[in-house]
């Protein structure tokens, strides 16, 4: 299991490619107050189901002051079939070989249909605008896991 982050930690930068094939870095971002969750792959009904949630929400984050990004180890063209087809707009990045996601703590030991492997966890990372973590939440459930998130940023 990777070092996984806690609030007041500094997020570890990237550089990676979005579902366009434009290199975004984390530094790049600075300045605005962000939402990063790291999913296992597009396409699967559970990722699904959180993107088209946080989609469904969007605004919501907005209106709070935060930008979603969602990163997993898909590939770009991937994530573009992924966020045409489910009509996403904020950034999808790309990250092969997980190396963004074993620095923020989202791979690990996890248990899919009763079968235990070392894998991409689901996690969500609430980041202010200097990149300092917020709150960091790791094997997130789908289920009720965005709305949750925005009345845990309203209290």
């Not at 969602?70 to 489910?86: K, M, N, V, Y």
Request: with cysteine; hydrophobic share 35%; glycine share 10%.
């Amino acid at each position: 299991m990777t070092h996984r982050l806690s609030p007041g930690d500094s997020a570890p930068d990237f550089t990676l490619t979005d579902a366009r094939g434009e290199q975004v870095s984390l530094a790049d971002l600075r300045g605005q107050r962000s939402v990063v969750y790291f999913y296992p792959k597009a396409f699967t009904p559970g990722c699904t189901t959180e993107a088209c949630d946080f989609r469904d929400n969007e605004t919501r984050f907005a209106e709070r002051g935060y930008r979603i990004l969602g990163i997993s180890a898909d590939s770009p063209e991937t994530l573009q079939d992924f966020a045409r087809e489910h009509d996403l707009a904020f950034p999808l990045l790309s990250d092969p070989g997980s190396r963004a996601a074993q620095a923020w703590g989202a791979w690990g030991e996890r248990t899919i249909n009763g079968e235990t492997s070392v894998g991409p966890v689901r996690t969500t990372i609430i980041l202010e605008d200097d990149g300092t973590v917020l709150s960091a939440d790791y094997g997130v459930a789908v289920p009720d896991h965005v709305v949750n998130l925005i009345g845990a940023l309203d209290s």
